[in-house]
């Protein structure tokens, strides 16, 4: 079965800082997504990422895949107080009868002031 | 079309309770999935279907839990004889998709949380 990991599980950085979360999986995927959630929320997409070197960036978060890895990471640049949310990563997989959504287990991110 | 609906938002009920919930897709999507998140995990996979057919359950899914799209529409998750350890949020999406694969990701509804007291 499909495995989904994300570290850290929780995260605590500064406003201004930088840092870079991991999701790494078990088995061959072409397609990587990101999300965000926030407390008692609903999944909010970030990215689509559907092939191996896809890097894409929207403000001050940028993801990247390298399927041959088995990794994508999440860059966070000069994090505000805006990004405190549970990222989640999920990881596509074709299957006979359709596509079905593996999640990672989740980042808690919390930036402070 | 303003995206995947959820109805309720909210639901707490008595410990051996039937309850209903309903997702309304994005209307060109042919692909509905049923997830459910615990506090402080990921959404887990229940149950997936295309059109009105329903391809996939979990192992999560139990005798207890049923699922329809009767038109291919609208989709119903019933829990009978609900335990505590239902309590959670119910998450919706949806997915256009052709064949094996879906073009387009996933858009999730707001989710419905249960609480079974």
């Known amino acids: 079965e499909l495995k989904v990991e994300q570290n850290p599980l929780f995260l605590s950085m500064q406003e201004g800082k930088n840092y870079t979360i991991y999701c790494n999986y078990s088995?061959?995927?072409?397609?990587l997504y990101w999300y965000r959630q926030d407390p008692g929320k609903s999944l909010e997409s970030l990215f689509v990422?559907?092939?191996?070197?896809a890097v894409k960036q929207e403000g001050r978060l940028m993801a990247s895949l390298d399927t041959k890895a088995r990794l994508s990471t999440l860059h966070i640049t000069a994090a505000v107080h805006d990004l405190s949310a549970t990222y989640f990563c999920a990881v596509d997989m074709r299957r006979d009868t359709g596509n079905q959504f593996y999640f990672g287990t989740g980042t808690s991110l919390t930036v402070i002031p | 079309d303003t995206g995947v609906s959820q109805d309720p938002r909210h639901k707490i009920t008595k410990r051996g309770q039937n309850v209903t919930f309903r997702c309304d897709p994005i209307s060109e999507h042919n692909r509905l999935y049923w997830y459910r998140q615990t506090l402080g995990q990921g959404p887990e996979f229940l149950t997936y279907?295309?059109?009105?057919?329903?391809?996939?359950k979990s192992r999560l899914l139990s005798d207890r839990f049923s699922a329809e799209r009767p038109k291919g529409s609208f989709s119903t998750l019933e829990i009978q004889r609900t335990e505590q350890g239902d309590s959670a949020m119910y998450l919706c999406a949806s997915s256009f998709g052709g064949g094996r694969i879906s073009y387009y990701g996933y858009t999730f509804g707001s989710g419905t949380r249960l609480t079974v007291v």
């Open positions: 088995t061959t995927s072409d397609r």
């Open positions: 279907f295309q059109n009105e057919a329903q391809l996939e």
């Open positions: 990422l559907l092939s191996n070197g």
